[in-house]
């Protein structure tokens, strides 16, 4: 069972992605946005969708917001190119996790860089 909600998790996480890129219009939302995970429940019922946005705290907070409001859209869009009894219903969260990697990145470069110089 876990298998196939990983595979429609995966199959959700490339359709929302494509939807945020090609349909989505709202202002809020900035040019780099990044669905990084989904996570699906066993029942089908509800999708946790991890977004991860580039920009300040108040770009991230509208784009999650504008990501909420079109949630019903994006739903729906999802329902239609994925066949399933249900579809799940969609929660969106702020994801960090890419800015943290360049974070830990930028700090062991510092620390390669220190090292060279002594």
């Known amino acids: 069972m876990k298998n196939r909600t990983n595979r429609i998790a995966e199959e959700m996480k490339k359709e929302i992605s494509d939807i945020i890129q090609n349909q989505i219009k709202d202002p809020r939302l900035p040019p780099m946005v990044s669905v990084v995970r989904v996570e699906v429940t066993r029942d089908l019922r509800y999708a946790r969708v991890y ?8 770009s991230k907070e509208g784009a999650i917001a504008a990501l909420k409001s079109a949630s019903g859209f994006i739903r729906r869009e999802v329902g239609q190119r994925i066949k399933l009894r249900y ?3 969609l929660v969106f969260e702020l994801d960090d996790s890419i ?7 930028r700090l062991i470069d510092e620390v390669v ?3 060279e110089e002594q």
């Open 51 to 58: 977004a991860s946005v580039l920009g300040d705290d108040a």
């Open 87 to 89: 579809t799940p219903e």
């Open 99 to 105: 800015e943290h990697g360049v974070y830990m990145s």
């Open 113 to 115: 860089k220190n090292k």
